[in-house]
């Protein structure tokens, strides 16, 4: 669409979306660069020490936290998530590397959209997909969310569905064959019943993590990107060690770039496998567990594989 009194040459849409923005005075203009290469409006800018009166009435809140203190971060951004969902407007957040963590302990999941180190094609691609949830909230236009976000349910439904299947057979072997009559021969290791099972450790998942990692030294990062289950390994030798695992060592867990990481994060942590936990000591960090329903997943899906004779993958 050509805008109305505009160059013919000039291929730029008229998104009407307003937004209200949150930044320092001092903050890189690139949310403000974005919204003026779509034609959207800016119908607010409020500095973060001020308070997010109702008066505006924007589709999405851009927020930018570059240069802003993590303890300004854990003090503010719980109430600008609160505004944001009391206007049903999206949320698009820009931090650096060095604030996951205080970012997302106040914001993750939700619909949040949370961007590390975005340029203004990354602010362009966020604005628009946060503004489509807002008119189309079952995501029938969000063509990403739509495949992903689909893509994973169902992998996460066949994986339960598949490990749960071969832990029911792999029982049902013990228990079935430990009342037959033995058996002659050679065939015995064959049909007899299988040794118990020793539970899942976490030697065995680091080993399988480092198996995936030295693979990626061969082929590279880009062709084998598979972040949910890395985050799902990563999270189940964590709960074995008895260790916690906070956002940012999940994304670097994840072996994407950080932006992609918390976008699974959230998807994972909405479709019930992940489960964020504050940390009491510290409310600018939070952790991230596995839900019991995952973990018993994992569990169960580990006793499959080694019952089956066959590696984590």
Excluded: K
């Excluded at 719980?78 to 969902?85: G, L, N, S, Y």
């Excluded at 489509?132 to 339960?160: C, Q, Y």
């Excluded at 479709?271 to 600018?284: A, C, Q, S, V």
């Excluded at 952790?287 to 019952?307: C, K, N, Q």
Aim: charged fraction near 25%; aromatic fraction near 4%.
């Amino acid at each position: 669409m050509i805008l109305p009194g505009g160059d013919p040459a000039d291929t730029r849409y008229d998104t009407g979306i307003a937004a209200v923005l949150v930044a320092s005075a001092d903050a890189p203009d690139r949310f403000a660069a974005a919204l003026a290469a779509m034609e959207g409006r800016v119908v607010g800018r409020i500095d973060w020490q001020a308070p997010f009166g109702l008066h505006a009435t924007p589709q999405v809140v851009v927020v930018e936290t570059a240069g802003v203190d993590v303890t300004v971060l854990a003090e503010h951004l719980p109430r600008i998530v609160e505004r944001a969902a009391v206007l049903e407007a999206g949320l698009v957040v820009a931090m650096g590397s060095d604030q996951i963590d205080a970012v997302a302990a106040a914001t993750l999941g939700g619909g949040t959209i949370l961007l590390v180190d975005p340029n203004v094609a990354d602010c362009v691609a966020a604005i628009v997909v946060a503004a489509e949830r807002v008119r189309s909230p079952a995501g029938v236009f969000d063509v990403g969310r739509e495949t992903d976000g689909t893509r994973l349910e169902r992998l996460n439904t066949e994986v339960a569905r598949i490990a749960e299947a071969l832990a029911r057979l792999t029982r049902a072997e013990i228990e079935g064959d430990a009342s037959t009559a033995p058996i002659v021969g050679d065939r015995t290791n064959r049909y007899g019943a299988p040794p118990s099972l020793a539970e899942p450790s976490a030697a065995d998942v680091r080993r399988a993590i480092r198996a995936r990692r030295l693979r990626d030294q061969f082929f590279g990062t880009a062709l084998f990107e598979d972040p949910g289950w890395d985050m799902l390994l990563d999270l189940y030798a964590a709960e074995l060690e008895r260790g916690r695992v906070s956002v940012s060592s999940l994304c670097i867990a994840a072996a994407v770039a950080p932006t992609t990481a918390l976008r699974w994060i959230a998807r994972m942590t909405d479709t019930g496998l992940f489960e964020r936990r504050p940390d009491l000591h510290d409310r600018r960090r939070a952790f991230m567990v596995l839900s019991d329903r995952a973990s018993e997943a994992m569990r169960g899906y580990i006793l499959a594989t080694r019952g089956a004779d066959l590696r984590i993958p």
